[in-house]
């Protein structure tokens, strides 16, 4: 089973995928990165979590991809775990006696573990991998100030992320394919940026609060979200395990590690399921 359709939410339309193994022993809902959609896990997650024996409910997060919205805005963070929540909702009235796990990468890792520790919820296990908890660069001070401003005066202005390409894999061929991608844009707004960033702190300060056992994976080698936020996190928790892949970059299940990464992936969910 294969089906793509969109779920309303406020004045927008949000694209969500289903699909499902023929042996269904839980449900994930993947929430994918900043700039991308969920299309981009189709070739290497997607059938990786199937062949785990999850269906996977998929969604283009508000302004990406198939998704409403003004490239790269949201009204605000709330906005953000209400369209997941959404989405976690319609997977569980499609899978309503299999456990449900979240998986999340870079911002979608942010998300899924502000999720678990903000929200009320049935959520079995978290994969996040590379999760945005603080960024591996520091933005000119200019674009700081201005963002800052901006996010008072005109929160919905978006400017070019700064995001280097060159960052997300050691395979050439998918750096290419990530630049030459219709659907991935390099634009954000004020209201998009920074109260992610606060969220990322956040995240890191409060996760001796997470109950849920919880998968992270990064690369050391990743240069837009640092790896030493989410060794911060692990250390600050008592139900996580961490993997730090060796020279990894920013797209692990792009990357030259990505068997590894994914075989990391199979091994703990067999021991969750």
């Not at 089906?3 to 023929?22: D, G, N, R, S, W």
């Not at 070739?43 to 302004?63: H, R, S, T």
């Amino acid at each position: 089973m294969h089906q793509e359709y969109f779920l309303p939410f406020q004045k927008y339309k949000i694209a969500v995928m289903c699909t499902q193994p023929q042996e269904i022993l839980g449900v994930v809902v993947l929430c994918h990165g900043f700039g991308e959609h969920y299309r981009r896990y189709l070739p290497e997650v997607i059938p990786q979590l199937e062949n785990a024996g999850l269906a996977v409910v998929a969604y283009d997060n508000i302004g990406h991809g198939q998704s409403g919205g003004k490239r790269g805005h949201c009204p605000n963070y709330e906005a953000l775990l209400d369209i997941l929540a959404l989405v976690i909702e319609r997977a569980q009235s499609l899978y309503p006696a299999k456990p449900l796990f979240l998986y999340g990468h870079s911002m979608g890792g942010n998300l899924v573990l502000n999720y678990v520790l903000r929200r009320k919820h049935h959520v079995k296990g978290v994969i996040a991998t590379s999760p945005y908890l603080r960024l591996a660069f520091k933005p000119p001070k200019w674009k700081m100030i201005l963002g800052k401003a901006m996010l008072s005066i005109y929160p919905s202005i978006t400017l070019p992320s700064g995001l280097d390409p060159e960052g997300i894999s050691r395979i050439p061929e998918e750096v290419e394919r990530y630049k030459n991608d219709p659907m991935v844009h390099d634009k954000v707004s004020p209201m998009f940026s920074f109260p992610v960033m606060d969220a990322g702190e956040w995240a890191i300060a409060n996760s001796n609060l997470l109950t849920v056992n919880t998968l992270l994976l990064h690369g050391t080698g990743d240069q837009i979200i640092d790896h030493r936020g989410t060794v911060a996190f692990h250390e600050n928790a008592s139900t996580t395990t961490l993997k730090l892949l060796e020279g990894g970059y920013h797209e692990l299940h792009k990357d030259l590690c990505s068997k590894e990464m994914l075989g990391h992936i199979n091994n703990w969910l067999a021991l969750q399921l």
